[in-house]
């Protein structure tokens, strides 16, 4: 079965700290799944979604990768081939699209495939409220229905999180249902979980009336909501850290040959 242009992801979006205080929060949302190569489809039949243009739903091109407006396909497979990576398949985008001209995407995660249609590698492009920007580019190593992968952390987004720890990723392969789970740890183990978990539903105008009034203005709930949990984690005793300087690479590339030297380690 052909995969659409672009789906809906309903869900739930939840964070859980385990120390030094305990917190937990757990936020409805909805992501959208777009391929990169048929953006221009999805617009092209929809009346309420568009790109580059502004609509009660939109996706725009800058606000992803380099943000430098090229085709974000074009910019995510000259980044793979760079890499090292074939970069001569599809590749999917799990993300927040624009609603009534705003976004913000603290975590939006690439798909990228082969040309036989295997997952050859995932990119994690994090955002945090201070215009920062970076990206974790990874191998997707063995087939199977869950992708595990594991990176150093390379840049600073909570200002109450110290800069040596290290994520684990999980994330299903898209279809009916999909998830997206990061652990956070440093050397005495698990600081915090977050997770995304989704069913899909079918890309209309009708789908999309209806997530519009189920979320009303969930793109400027996502920052707003940002600060409010900063507020209570302030109000529980944490105070910020330390900045960190910008990563001197936008991306943090990690191959296959890598993963398995490591592993063999």
């Known amino acids: ?53 502004f609509n009660l739903f939109s996706f725009h091109d800058r606000d992803h990768a380099d943000e430098t407006g090229a085709p974000v396909a074009r910019r995510i497979r000259a980044l793979l081939k760079s890499a090292g990576f074939a970069g001569d ?22 798909y990228c495939h082969d040309a036989s249609g295997r997952v050859e590698a995932a990119l994690y492009e994090v955002r945090n409220t201070f215009g920062g920007r970076h990206s974790y580019l990874i191998a997707a190593g063995e087939d199977g229905p869950m992708i595990r992968q594991s990176a150093d952390k390379a840049f600073h987004v909570s200002p109450f999180m110290d800069m040596r720890q290290r994520y684990d990723f999980r994330l299903t392969l898209p279809g009916e249902e999909i998830a997206v789970v990061i652990r956070q740890s440093d050397a005495e183990g698990p600081i915090m979980n977050a997770a995304f978990t989704g069913a899909r539903e079918d890309m209309t105008d009708k789908t999309l009336v209806r997530a519009f009034f189920r979320y009303p203005l969930m793109t400027l709930k996502v920052i707003v909501a940002i600060h409010i949990e900063a507020a209570k984690l302030f109000a529980k005793g944490m105070r910020p850290r330390r900045g960190a300087p910008e990563p001197e690479c936008p991306v943090t590339v990690i191959r296959r040959d890598a993963i398995d030297q490591r592993e063999a380690a």
């Open 89 to 110: 398949g599809p590749v999917l985008l799990l993300c927040y699209p624009r609603i009534l001209g705003y976004a913000f995407n603290p975590l939006s995660v690439y």
């Open 1 to 53: 079965m052909m995969r659409a242009a672009a789906s809906i992801y309903h869900g739930v979006v939840t964070h859980r700290r385990l120390r030094p205080v305990r917190h937990r929060l757990a936020y409805r949302v909805f992501s959208m799944l777009i391929d990169l190569d048929r953006i221009d489809e999805a617009a092209g039949r929809l009346r309420l979604f568009s790109r580059n243009q």
